[in-house]
């Protein structure tokens, strides 16, 4: 999983936090170290990405809708 956030970003920590949480093997991406992931994110962070899918889930999301991402049922 991958985690695109911005450094001091308390919704960020909140996101790790909670996929923490599944036990979830996962890694940040700080989105304004590359100029086409700042374009693309902008201020839509933090996002879940799954790696092997490419899906994603944009904040805001809750503890339960990260748990159901991660499952693949969301």
């Keep these: ?4 956030s911005r450094q001091d970003c308390h919704l960020c920590d909140l996101a790790v936090a909670m996929l923490e949480r599944t036990g979830t093997p996962w890694r940040r991406v700080d ?3 590359d100029p086409e992931l ?3 994110y902008g201020n839509h962070v933090p996002v ?3 790696t ?3 899906r994603e889930l944009f904040f805001p ?3 339960e809708q990260v748990e159901s991402f991660v499952a ?3």
């Design 52 to 54: 092997g899918s490419g």
């Design 38 to 40: 700042a374009i693309r």
């Design 48 to 50: 879940l990405r799954k």
């Design 72 to 74: 693949g049922n969301a």
């Design 61 to 63: 999301f809750n503890e």
């Design 1 to 4: 999983m991958i985690v695109f």
């Design 31 to 33: 989105i304004d170290a």
